[in-house]
């Protein structure tokens, strides 16, 4: 199976961490992604984690990835309004291309 | 840096009509994608090409064609648009497989077909 999937909604308070989960389905993923899309916009990587690795920081952006379980996570530390976006996990595997398989994203809201 | 650029923002479209989305490129990245986005749906991807003159189908291909006479361009077309064609259109590229960078997506094309 090639599903990804995402909780849809995610609310927080300003200043507090968020967390934005993602499950996937098929092993032989390589790459791990987060994009943002804000409103009115594309989509814009954020960061993106190799599967031999568990965790990667980038400043307030942690990603932790549990490859027995399929589970990657994003956390996002001090959350501010700015931060408001719908959040797409997306996981490629090796092939003919670059195969890309996208969330349904989870949209975080963030209250002042 | 222009990035991706697709044109246009926004169409409505009358059922049967047909129309071409451009998306332009100036990264030279080889690998170029068309998605749809839908609410609830994420991403599915229509066609692709991995290369100037190559495409190739992708989940959801059927009532489009596309094409790529040159590396930079890559046009989706809707021959005879249908109401389940409303949705907002996304270009991207890549620089290629296995590579970390990821993708670079257009603004995007938010077409409605009535």
């Known amino acids: 199976g090639e599903d990804v999937e995402q909780s849809l909604f995610l609310s927080v308070r300003e200043g507090d961490s968020s967390v934005i989960n993602c499950t996937y389905t098929?092993?032989?993923?390589?790459?791990l992604y987060w994009y943002k899309q804000e409103p009115g916009a594309g989509l814009q990587l954020l960061t993106y984690?190799?599967?031999?690795?568990d965790m990667k920081q980038d400043q307030r952006l942690t990603v932790l990835l549990n490859k027995k379980d399929k589970h990657l996570s994003l956390r996002i530390a001090d959350t501010q309004t700015g931060d408001s976006a719908i959040y797409f996990c997306?996981?490629?595997?090796?092939?003919?291309?670059?195969?890309?398989?996208f969330g349904t994203g989870t949209k975080l809201q963030v209250i002042p | 840096n222009a990035g991706v650029t697709q044109t246009p923002k926004f169409r409505v479209l009358k059922t049967g009509q047909s129309m071409t989305l451009l998306c332009a490129q100036d990264?030279?990245?080889?690998?170029m994608y068309w998605y749809r986005q839908d609410p609830g749906m994420g991403l599915r991807l229509i066609h692709y090409?991995?290369?100037?003159?190559?495409?190739a189908k992708g989940e959801v291909p059927d009532g489009y064609n596309v094409s790529r006479l040159k590396k930079q361009n890559f046009l989706l077309g809707l021959e005879s648009a249908a109401p389940s064609q409303t949705s907002v259109y996304f270009c991207?590229?890549?620089?290629?497989?296995?590579?970390?960078?990821?993708?670079?997506f257009g603004s995007g094309t938010r077409l409605t077909v009535v």
């Open positions: 991207a590229s890549s620089a290629g497989q296995g590579y970390d960078y990821g993708y670079t």
């Open positions: 098929d092993s032989s993923s390589t790459y």
């Open positions: 984690i190799f599967s031999n690795m």
């Open positions: 997306a996981e490629s595997k090796p092939g003919g291309y670059q195969k890309v398989t």
């Open positions: 990264m030279n990245h080889e690998y």
């Open positions: 090409s991995v290369g100037e003159g190559t495409t």
